[in-house]
């Protein structure tokens, strides 16, 4: 069975700091996509990044950034110069490029950026 | 570019009463899915849909019903609501999986059973 484990319930970071969420997962399939969703208070999803599977290098966009291993079924999301809107639930997302189709999601982490 | 598309945004229903949350997606996707999501939980798949008239169940199914008869509309049946059934719902939508693979999500609908 394809799961999703994120480890940290809940994290705290000052602004303007960095901070790493975790996320492994497990799968025998080789293709896949893996996602970063953020939920505020809103409660809205927003698509924060992607990673394809069969790409070696780290997805960047902006201040959020992957890092990757593939053997190790890592997926750690890194926020840099944290701000206060970074505050939010944070999910960790997979779906293989076969099979049935359904995303599956983490727990989530809960991250609160400090002033 | 209204994406997924969700009504109604807050609901109150009493135990045993009966509703429809409709999704509609303008994407053009053929996969279409609906979450729940607890307090302070993840997301639990209901239903999901990978086209016109193919709709299979999730995680959680039972108390739900689904119907997929377009490819624009995905809506969720609750029939005989329960407390157990108090939740944020969420529809979304995507490509296949071989293609662009966002998920997208409507906005939410806060469902209360009293």
């Known amino acids: 069975a394809q799961t999703v484990t994120q480890s940290q319930p809940e994290m705290s970071v000052q602004e303007a700091e960095t901070v790493t969420l975790s996320c492994t997962y497990d799968t025998s399939e080789s293709n896949y996509y893996l996602f970063w969703y953020k939920q505020p208070p809103s409660r809205q999803m927003i698509l924060v990044i992607r990673q394809e599977a069969y790409k070696q290098q780290n997805a960047t966009e902006n201040r959020f950034s992957v890092n990757f291993q593939k053997a190790a079924k890592s997926f750690s999301l890194k926020i840099s110069d944290s701000q206060l809107g970074d505050t939010a639930m944070y999910f960790c997302a997979f779906i293989y490029t076969s099979g049935t189709y359904k995303y599956i999601f983490g727990t989530g982490t809960r991250l609160k950026v400090l002033a | 570019n209204a994406g997924v598309t969700q009504t109604p945004k807050f609901r109150i229903l009493k135990i045993g009463q009966s509703m429809t949350l409709q999704c509609t997606q303008d994407m053009n996707h053929n996969y279409m899915y609906w979450y729940r999501q607890d307090p302070g939980m993840g997301l639990k798949l209901i239903y999901y849909?990978?086209?016109?008239?193919?709709?299979d169940k999730g995680e959680v199914p039972n108390g739900y019903n689904v119907s997929r008869s377009t490819t624009e509309d995905f809506p969720l049946r609750l029939e005989l609501a329960a407390p157990s059934q108090t939740s944020v719902y969420f529809c979304?939508?995507?490509?296949?999986?071989?293609?662009?693979?966002?998920?997208?999500f409507g906005e939410g609908s806060w469902l209360t059973v009293v």
């Open positions: 979304a939508s995507s490509t296949s999986p071989d293609r662009e693979n966002t998920i997208y």
């Open positions: 849909s990978v086209g016109a008239g193919i709709t």
